[in-house]
């Protein structure tokens, strides 16, 4: 039955029709759910506005066709339901606020017919029908309906009361002709042509849809003279159609196209009933002609449309389909064929436990069917389906209720697209996710992943052992919302950050009180950049490096040791070499009581003075470890602090019958730093060259400039240094193992000192060497004092 409603008119409620499949057909496109252009196509086609009315805001929206029935241009759009009620006529317009509103308390269908003024004054009748939709809290929220101008209708009823008149009143043909426009509806003209007579006359009307002259029309013509304004095609089947209505008597229809006054042809309907004598001849033949033009243009609208989706329905990749409430199918494309295995007849009509051949898919399907009819939701799912070949195939249904015009679920319409391939590369990337897990899972580091919130999007379970915590906690957390230390999650948050604006690596090390007891990590970061160069996530790999850090500490300490050891002994040893050395100097002021003497105590003399530099050496070596040794700087020129090496080490090199050559620039090249412990350096350097250079060797010292450093060479001939202790030649008492019978006395010191005090001026030393008995280039490099 159909819902009651509000009403402020006559109009009875309209039944719902559905029509029945026809046996092995296809269904029409009537019954698939239309899209809004369709809808609104399908209205306008049929003369009827659609509306909506947002009963919250009160904005109303109007399609083209309405604005047609009121007679309003695009400009002249009403925005809220205000305005449309101007239009009512006034002694309407109070019954249809009242009718409306009680249909929207009573939630019961809206139905009225009444007058609208447009803006010319002309009146039209209209019928107007709506239903509002309601929120979960119940308040109305929206409405939604149709308008059909219905003021033929209207004029028609009126004709009918002045029919009544005309049956007491007016001539009995007269009275015909009236009764068939009625009945016929839009009329564009009447005729009646007496038979027998061939007398054939029609008002002015029909003369002016044939292009006839309306006098001559009046009086009368004949059969032949009208039927010279049909179109030549259409001729052949009018002549059928009246003859065949001639002869058997009754009701007659035809559609035309006839040539107007302006001589252009238009589509009419031609309308009329034979009347029949008594020996069955006709006599009389009485009509009206309909203009159907609108119609055989909407109906075209309509073919174009229908064409229009089911070309669009077979373009669609995958499968389009529809089907009734017991699930035989409606309509399908070719995809569906092609998926099925089998010939449109063989599934139009039918389920899908009737054409499938798997019938425990068919079963799903079907109900995965039901329940969306059911819900009136529309719903997607990953459905699996058997190919015609048995292979298995996954396809990713859209499904959605097919609902009639009162709204009631009438079946389901759906599309589909075939997702096997992207099923399978998901369950590939399942399966490698498990293995990395399982591998992860493995490692002793801890391995997590984080996203741009800093949330923990992947974590081994290393990260249990660390920390206690179950690793199905950490995912979707921060280290914050997990309760870490706060001072352990700035370390972190910052460093996360850091890593993800800058796009680069980077680590962290911190300490942690683990359940095992206090140990340290250490954090290496690896961004993970998209397609557009963005970090998506960090990768960070925790390592536990207690035993290193251990380890560290306990070589500190060793050095510590070391250091202050090194420093005893210097001590130790300086303080009986200062009264050696006094008494070697008075031995010298009283005189050798012989040669022998005398020989004995230059000996003595060159022992200590050697035996002071190594203890100074020592010494220094030691205090720098300790932090002891303070520079004095000043701006210094690289040259003056070359000199100044030179004449303290002149005497050994040419005691040993080198050649010296020295390269000094014109420019001073002025560092800072403290010129004793620079003159320092390089009499160590030049010392080592002269030591390790067999007689009669050569000797260059260069000073130059390179960019904003100053650079000094101290090269030799040589015994040069082996491939495998250029790594080491500057720690603390290494010497070459091949020259040390060359070290004249030397502890393996002097270089380990060189490159201690270099790196407190901000320089660099370096080695090189071809090999043994290639000699040896050792470069230090400092920077340049501002404006050197």
């Not at 006839?212 to 030549?232: A, K, T």
């Not at 669009?312 to 389909?321: K, N, Q, R």
């Not at 425990?360 to 389906?385: C, F, H, T, W, Y």
């Not at 009581?593 to 100074?616: F, N, T, Y």
Request: include cysteine.
């Amino acid at each position: 039955m159909a819902d009651s409603g509000a009403r402020c008119g006559d109009t009875p409620t309209q039944a719902t029709w559905k029509p029945d499949l026809p046996p092995g057909g296809l269904a029409p496109l009537d019954l698939l759910e239309p899209t809004m252009d369709h809808i609104r196509l399908a209205l306008e086609a049929s003369g009827t506005g659609l509306w909506t009315w947002d009963l919250r805001t009160e904005a109303v929206g109007w399609s083209a066709e309405c604005f047609r029935i009121h007679g309003l241009g695009g400009d002249e759009k009403p925005e809220h339901a205000a305005d449309f009620f101007l239009l009512v006529h006034p002694h309407d317009r109070e019954r249809v606020e009242r009718t409306v509103r009680a249909a929207i308390e009573t939630r019961s269908p809206y139905e009225c017919e009444f007058r609208v003024v447009r803006p010319g004054g002309e009146t039209v009748w209209v019928e107007n029908r709506g239903r509002a939709s309601y929120g979960p809290d119940g308040e109305p929220q929206l409405m939604m309906g149709t308008v059909v101008d219905i003021s033929l209708r209207k004029r028609a009823a009126a004709a009918e009361e002045e029919l009544a008149l005309l049956h007491r009143h007016a001539a009995a043909e007269h009275a015909e002709r009236v009764q068939l426009a009625l009945d016929a509806g839009a009329i564009i003209g009447t005729w009646v042509w007496h038979v027998p007579t061939n007398h054939f006359a029609a008002d002015a009307l029909f003369a002016r849809s044939f292009g006839l002259d309306p006098r001559e029309c009046r009086e009368g013509l004949s059969l032949e003279q009208v039927m010279e304004s049909i179109h030549p095609e259409d001729l052949p089947r009018v002549r059928d159609a009246i003859a065949e209505s001639m002869a058997r008597g009754g009701p007659y229809r035809c559609e035309y196209r006839v040539r107007r006054e302006d001589g252009l042809y238009h589509w009419i309907e031609a309308n009329g009933r034979v009347e029949l004598g008594a020996d069955g001849a006709p006599l009389r033949f009485p009509g009206v002609l309909l203009d159907i033009g609108e119609r055989r243009r909407a109906e075209a609208e309509r073919d174009q449309a229908n064409a229009l989706l089911r070309t669009f329905i077979e373009a669609v990749p995958g499968v389009v389909y529809a089907k009734d409430s017991a699930g035989r199918m409606l309509v399908a494309n070719r995809g569906v064929l092609d998926l099925v295995g089998k010939p449109a007849e063989q599934v139009i009509g039918r389920t899908d436990a009737e054409f499938l051949d798997d019938s425990a898919q068919a079963q799903v399907v079907m109900a995965n069917d039901r329940r969306i009819m059911e819900s009136g939701m529309p719903q997607k799912l990953l459905e699996e389906v058997r190919l015609p070949d048995g292979s298995p195939a996954w396809w990713l249904s859209s499904k959605a209720p097919l609902r009639a015009a009162d709204g009631a679920v009438i079946g389901l319409i759906g599309a589909s697209i075939d997702v096997t391939d992207r099923v399978r590369m998901e369950q590939t990337l399942r399966e490698r996710e498990r293995e990395l897990q399982t591998l992860a899972d493995n490692l002793p580091d801890i391995v997590a992943r984080f996203d741009p919130g800093l949330r923990h999007v992947f974590v081994n379970t290393a990260v249990e052992r660390a920390t206690g915590i179950p690793r199905e906690d950490f995912l979707g957390r921060t280290n914050r919302e997990l309760g870490m230390p706060a001072q352990l999650c700035d370390l972190w948050d910052a460093a996360l950050r850091g890593a993800f604006e800058r796009n680069e690596r980077g680590t962290v090390e911190f300490a942690y009180d683990t359940p095992a007891g206090r140990r340290h990590f250490l954090s290496r970061f690896l961004p993970e950049a998209g397609p557009d160069g963005q970090v998506r996530h960090l990768l960070s790999i925790v390592s536990d490096i207690t035993q290193q850090k251990e380890g560290e500490e306990a070589l500190r300490l060793e050095s510590q040791r070391k250091d202050e050891f090194l420093a005893t002994l210097a001590h130790e040893l300086r303080n009986p070499l200062a009264p050696i050395r006094n008494s070697v100097q008075l031995l010298r002021r009283v005189g050798p009581a012989s040669p022998h003497a005398g020989k004995a105590v230059d000996i003595l003399d060159r022992q200590v003075v050697h035996m002071v530099r190594l203890v100074d050496d020592l010494l220094d070596v030691a205090r720098i470890g300790q932090g002891k040794v303070a520079l004095q700087v000043a701006r210094v020129s690289l040259q003056s602090a070359v000199e100044a090496a030179l004449e303290t080490s002149r005497p050994l090199v040419e005691a040993a019958g080198h050649q010296l050559r020295v390269e000094l620039p014109a420019q001073p090249l002025q560092v800072k730093g403290d010129p004793v412990r620079l003159a320092q350096v390089f009499v160590n350097l030049l010392n080592n060259a002269a030591k390790y250079t067999p007689r009669g060797g050569r000797i260059t010292v260069a000073v130059e400039r390179a960019g904003d450093r100053g650079v000094v060479r101290v090269a030799d001939t040589g015994n040069g240094i082996p491939a495998h202790m250029l790594g080491t030649v500057f720690d603390l008492f290494v010497q070459v193992r091949d020259h040390a019978d060359q070290a004249q006395g030397g502890l393996g010191i002097g270089l380990s000192l060189v490159r201690r005090l270099v790196e407190m001026h901000g320089g660099t030393v370096e080695v090189h060497s071809a090999g043994p008995g290639l000699g040896s280039t050792f470069t230090v490099s400092l920077p340049l004092a501002e404006g050197a």
